[in-house]
């Protein structure tokens, strides 16, 4: 799939993740997909230690930006989802998937948009390193893409959520526009 695609459904999902959640979605987040940046990343490692996780040992995969999509992959909408029990969740967007419960997450609430590692099992932790249930890794958005380094060889993990996710929002939406004629 062409990443131009893949920029217009992150803005869409951006926009329904704030009517959702009622929420503002940061302009530096809203430009970090619409500019390509988020996949631009795509294949790096991160320089930073998240909870089970050494440094470089994971290659990130651009994860469409929203809880509900995560919920129909591989979390739980009871947790993740509008009316789920990890209420900060609203404020939070998913980035870059880790593995199958685990995401680089995007701090919405807070000036610098804070990036930090979410994991499924963990969203009722607080302190040591925790906010709201998720790990903080770096103070913004800009801090955790200079974090960022190509590891040659392969990563311990290579997430497995490829094109396909995208491709069948793609078509979700091909189907809408062809029910709303």
């Not at 062409?2 to 993740?17: F, N, P």
């Not at 995969?61 to 990890?86: H, L, M, T």
Request: aromatic share 10%; net charge negative; proline share 4%.
């Amino acid at each position: 799939m062409e990443t131009e695609t893949k920029q217009r459904l992150a803005a869409e999902l951006l926009e329904q993740h704030g009517e959702s959640f009622d929420v503002d979605i940061p302009k530096a987040l809203a430009a970090f997909f619409a500019s390509g940046g988020a996949f631009n990343c795509e294949g790096k490692c991160a320089k930073l230690s998240v909870p089970g996780w050494q440094p470089g040992t994971f290659r990130l995969v651009v994860a469409p930006p929203s809880w509900e999509v995560a919920s129909e992959i591989n979390v739980d909408d009871a947790i993740v989802g509008e009316d789920g029990e990890w209420e900060a969740a609203r404020n939070f967007v998913p980035l870059f998937n880790v593995d199958e419960s685990s995401y680089i997450v995007a701090k919405i609430d807070e000036p610098g948009v804070p990036v930090g590692f979410f994991n499924e099992e963990a969203f009722r932790e607080d302190g040591k390193g925790y906010k709201n249930g998720v790990f903080m890794i770096a103070k913004s958005l800009a801090d955790f893409r200079e974090s960022l380094v190509d590891v040659a060889g392969e990563a311990d993990f290579e997430c497995e959520i490829e094109d396909e996710i995208w491709d069948e929002l793609d078509d979700d939406e091909d189907d809408d526009d062809e029910e709303d004629d």
